[in-house]
């Protein structure tokens, strides 16, 4: 089966560190890019992060840049997002989602199929 | 910083058709913008609905289609059903970054 496993639910202090992650199963983990998604309480979805897990190639959203990392360690096919200092502002639920570009004809596609369930990082004193 | 502006809300009676908008700050919708749609119920995640403006994925119901229309996307839903309520996204590719739109929150009454 097809599937992208978060982990569990953290609840962190401001000023900590965090990793979370994505284990892949079912495809090959360097076929498809991987993004992160974070959605605050009670609002919508903002594109965080993402990575081409094939060569580590990484784009980051504007907001995000420099508050976060993405990675990949392909020997376990698991994707990271990580912080070095966490602010109550990060309270969110994070989902990754894998997408990739195909070519029909020659005529680009880019695709959002699979996503995980999220992971609900809680930021408080 | 693109900005993709969509509904906030909008109501549709069962069996009605209603279409949604996905509009960009930086001028028309292209199919180089790549749109996507998702739909998310209460409490679940996401799930896509369409690829590349107007491409399907097994699993979208038929009542669902998408399309370039006036410089936007848009997501038009025929018959609907009450299971269709929920919250939709779009997403657009703009300068090198992807960018959801605010979400409409569609009520089926």
């Known amino acids: 089966e097809v599937q992208l496993e978060q982990s569990g639910a953290e609840m962190n202090k401001p000023g900590e560190s965090l990793r979370i992650s994505c284990k892949v199963s079912?495809?090959?983990?360097?076929?498809?890019?991987i993004s992160w998604v974070r959605q605050m309480p009670g609002k919508g979805l903002e594109w965080v992060a993402t990575i081409d897990p094939s060569d580590s190639y990484t784009r980051y959203g504007p907001s995000f840049q420099g508050r976060v990392t993405i990675s990949g360690d392909k020997s376990i096919s698991t994707a990271y997002l990580q912080w070095r200092s966490l602010e109550a502002s990060d309270t969110a639920i994070y989902y990754c989602?894998?997408?990739?570009?195909?070519?029909?004809?020659?005529?680009?596609?880019?695709?959002?199929?699979?996503w995980g369930r999220g992971t609900l990082v809680t930021v408080s004193s | 910083q693109t900005v993709v502006t969509q509904e906030p809300s909008l109501t549709v009676s069962p069996g009605g058709t209603v279409t949604l908008t996905c509009a960009s700050s930086t001028g028309a919708v292209t199919n180089g913008n790549y749109p996507n749609w998702f739909q998310q119920r209460p409490g679940q995640p996401p799930r896509a609905l369409i690829y590349?403006?107007?491409n399907k994925y097994s699993w979208t119901p038929a009542r669902f289609s998408g399309s370039l229309l006036g410089g936007k996307a848009g997501l038009k839903l025929l018959n609907a059903q009450p299971e269709d309520e929920a919250d939709y996204y779009c997403l657009l590719h703009s300068g090198g970054a992807w960018v959801f739109g605010g979400g409409t929150k569609l009520t089926v009454l």
């Open positions: 989602v894998r997408h990739n570009l195909k070519a029909v004809a020659g005529v680009p596609y880019w695709f959002f199929d699979l």
């Open positions: 590349s403006v107007d």
């Open positions: 079912g495809y090959r983990f360097t076929s498809y890019w």
